[in-house]
């Protein structure tokens, strides 16, 4: 669910994560297992901060009271170390990337959502609102002539309606 989420915010990062979980990853463990002392050396410390990460992960979502203050999110880590925006920024400026690129309009709506802006508030509102009355309002329904006699507007009325 977390890495569908992130796939659809960011649509650069399924070729990324492929890329380094199938490629650069087993490609890196091989080469400083060719030595010991240097997997010691280098795999001793990359394997405890990753357990630390997962650990804190798992007690920031189940027990973030037994955590101390600064340990219950990430804030306090430089940006690039606990988001892919800056990552984000980066990749959608390079012109082979250029239809990754989200439309700004999406991007201003993706971040009221994440930050709970009001505009995020007032359209998740009106979206409970014409779904419990059965009404979208992103949909045009056009109003028929009252007179059912001319059958000419009728099918101008529905033309206008298929091409919409």
């Not at 915010?9 to 297992?33: C, E």
């Not at 600064?70 to 984000?88: I, M, N, Q, T, V």
């Not at 609102?129 to 529905?158: L, M, R, W």
Request: with cysteine; hydrophobic share 45%; net charge negative.
């Amino acid at each position: 669910m977390i890495l569908g989420n992130t796939t659809a915010k960011y649509r650069w990062f399924a070729i990324a994560y492929l890329l380094v979980m199938f490629l650069l990853l087993p490609v890196f463990i091989m080469a400083i297992s060719l030595n010991e002392i240097v997997f010691i050396v280098i795999g001793s410390p990359l394997l405890a901060i990753f357990v630390f990460a997962v650990v804190v992960n798992v007690l920031q979502r189940k027990l973030p009271k037994v955590l101390p203050p600064f340990l219950r999110d990430w804030e306090w880590l430089p940006k690039p170390l606990h988001s892919l925006k800056p990552y984000d920024r980066i990749i959608a400026g390079w012109s082979c990337c250029a239809r990754f690129r989200i439309p700004p309009e999406e991007e201003e709506e993706a971040l009221d959502e994440e930050e709970g802006g009001e505009s995020a508030k007032k359209s998740k509102e009106e979206d409970a609102h014409s779904s419990s009355s059965g009404i979208s309002s992103d949909k045009k329904v056009p109003i028929a002539p009252s007179s059912s006699s001319d059958s000419s507007e009728v099918a101008k009325t529905n033309q206008g309606f298929e091409d919409a």
